[in-house]
């Protein structure tokens, strides 16, 4: 069976401690098939829970290399993404959530942002909670992913 990328261990492997038997395998007679042949139903049994036995260590082993695997796409998502940051009273445009509504009216023209906002502070995680121009402030963090620079084509006094 194939070994998994994340894992590098066979899903049979993981659920029962040892590895597949596939049927070329038994046609041709591989050395592990004649191994096994040779053993007494006793010896057989043993070397089974011996299997099971080791089964949680290799559980464990494939949990360490998701969890590498993990943090080596985190290392590298995160060298690619442009983090946004944005000061107080910054105007913003606002992403319309959730992605993907269309107005029926506009049908694909529907414009997906909206602003100018002004960005009255900065909360962890890279969010901001944002206000209307005329001072009116959302009660939730939007995070900064979801927000543009607004450049006014006419000055406004912020």
Known sequence: MACLGATKVSPYQLVYGHEAVLLWELMLGSRRVTFQDQLTADEYSTLMKDGLEDLPGHRLKALINIEANKAKIGQWYDKRVMVKIFAQVELVWKLILPIGT??????????????????????????????????EEFSRALNGKHRKKYYPSVWVDT
Do not use: H, M, Q
């Not at 694909?108 to 009255?120: A, D, H, I, L, Y």
């Open 102 to 135: 269309k107005r029926s009216k506009f049908g694909k023209w529907s414009p997906t942002w909206e602003g100018s906002f002004r960005v009255n502070r900065s909360v962890p995680g890279n969010a901001y909670i944002l206000e209307t121009l005329e001072r």
